[in-house]
Nanobody
Framework: QVQLVESGGGLVQPGGSLRLSCAAS????????MGWYRQAPGKQRELVAVITGGGTTTYSDSVKGRFTISRDNAKNTVYLQMNSLKPEDTAVYYC???????????WGQGTQVTVSS
């Protein structure tokens, strides 16, 4: 099982930017499909963005054009660059790693993102 540690959350004003990072403990990082999910108070956890080992990306409609997911396989790290942040982006953001071979997934502990003036 892979261990994931997120960082980079915080408080930002509307229109601002943040970059989240998620460091994975395992080698062979490139076989994992990595994703960012978020959960706002009183709501279900939802997909934000996913990137495969080969670099194919998928975004939710709510963040398309504002957020960018990327990965550095040499550093076992995935990033989420968030621009033009809105109050509705406020949530706990979770990193997920899914082994593309076994289908087994792991979650990070989450990092809080608050967008408020």
């Amino acid at each position: 099982q892979v261990q994931l540690v997120e960082s980079g959350g915080g408080l930002v004003q509307p229109g601002g930017s943040l970059r989240l990072s998620c460091a994975a403990s395992r080698s062979f990082f490139s076989i994992y499909t990595m994703g960012w999910y978020r959960q706002a108070p009183g709501k279900q956890r939802e997909l934000v963005a996913v990137i495969t080992g080969g670099g194919t990306t998928t975004y939710s409609d709510s963040v398309k054009g504002r957020f960018t997911i990327s990965r550095d396989n040499a550093k076992n790290t995935v990033y989420l660059q968030m621009n033009s942040l809105k109050p509705e982006d406020t949530a706990v953001y979770y990193c997920n790693a899914k082994n593309a071979v076994t289908g087994i997934g792991s979650w990070g502990q989450g990092t809080q993102v608050t967008v408020s003036s």
